[in-house]
């Protein structure tokens, strides 16, 4: 389910992007990082390390190779920008993404969405926020990457975005939650953190035992 189609900057989610991308150029398919590459690919997700971020960004030659990516990925409403945390995206095109990043019909090799589910897994403890706010106890997994900044064509508040995976017994879920015009940046971790609990809580009263399931 998605809501809305604005258009939001990503801010760091597009980490998870410049990742993906940076995959589907190994040759051949699922070729093993190197340890230097890996090295980066773990700052960039686990503690969303900007200047891992730009390194991998030039790796993949930017905009244009985010662009060729997310046509393989299915992404329709992304647009890249060379500073990459300027790229522009919807809710649904994320949900596109985590579906490419999970799905065994996607263009990725089952290690390469092992590799990135693993490290939105191990995000460090104080950006674990976000989406795994509705993971209920028994959760066998949460994978979780947020972005957040200040926007200064709107004065400088803050926008505050979360997209991952909570798989439980029941269900694998996807979701994005894409916010702005927040007065700081705990404001916007709150109401992500209530919009995505709030829609799981209705998602799970109403959903039978679908193996996949987005929110």
Known sequence: MTVGARRFETASIVKVNILAA?????????????????????????????????????????????????????????????????TTTTVADQLRLLTALTSPTGPLTPQDRDLIMGLMNRVIPEQRWGVTAARETGSRSASVKNGWDTVDVDGGRWLVNSIGRIVEARHDWLIAVLSDHHVSQEEGVRVVEKAATYVLKELRAVTGSDDLSQG
């Open 22 to 86: 940076l995959l589907l150029r190994q040759k051949p398919p699922g070729k093993a990082l190197s340890s230097d590459t890996r090295r980066l690919a773990e700052a960039m997700i686990t503690s969303s390390d900007n200047d891992a971020a730009v390194a991998l960004w030039q790796r993949i030659e930017g905009s244009r190779g985010l662009t060729a990516a997310n046509r393989a990925l299915g992404l329709r409403e992304t647009r890249p920008n060379s500073r990459w945390g300027l």
